[in-house]
């Protein structure tokens, strides 16, 4: 049992690229991410392509807002639209309830 738990330890702490300084990323995610995180740059060396990977949090901040404000805009255009339509549906029954009214009383006063 102590050995299974030995192993989950160093799936954590086993080093996933060792920086040309010496220092160890733990993270994989580390590498070819745009950022310094040896402090020598070694982590960025020999990358595919720089605009592979956009720094996180910058891209992905941008894009969440921008779809906040979508969100945002098209549900006040839906309470908007549904508030206009429930207005005109009372004021179209109101005015159909009141028509039929109107001209019976007319018609009713006529004979009398």
């Known amino acids: 049992m102590p050995e299974a738990g030995f192993q989950a330890t160093n799936a954590f702490t086993e080093c996933k690229f060792t920086c040309t300084s010496g220092k160890c990323l733990y993270l994989g ?40 404000i979508i969100i945002v805009v098209v549900v006040t255009v839906m309470v908007v639209v549904i508030v206009c339509l429930l207005n005109h549906y009372k004021v179209s029954t109101r005015s159909f309830i009141n028509r039929p009214n109107q001209s019976r009383r007319r018609e009713d006063g006529l004979p009398q």
């Open 29 to 68: 995610s580390l590498v070819c991410n745009q950022q310094n995180d040896c402090g020598d740059n070694s982590d960025e060396e020999n990358c595919l392509l720089v605009t592979e990977h956009p720094p996180p949090g910058i891209f992905n901040s941008e894009l969440e807002f921008a779809q906040i």
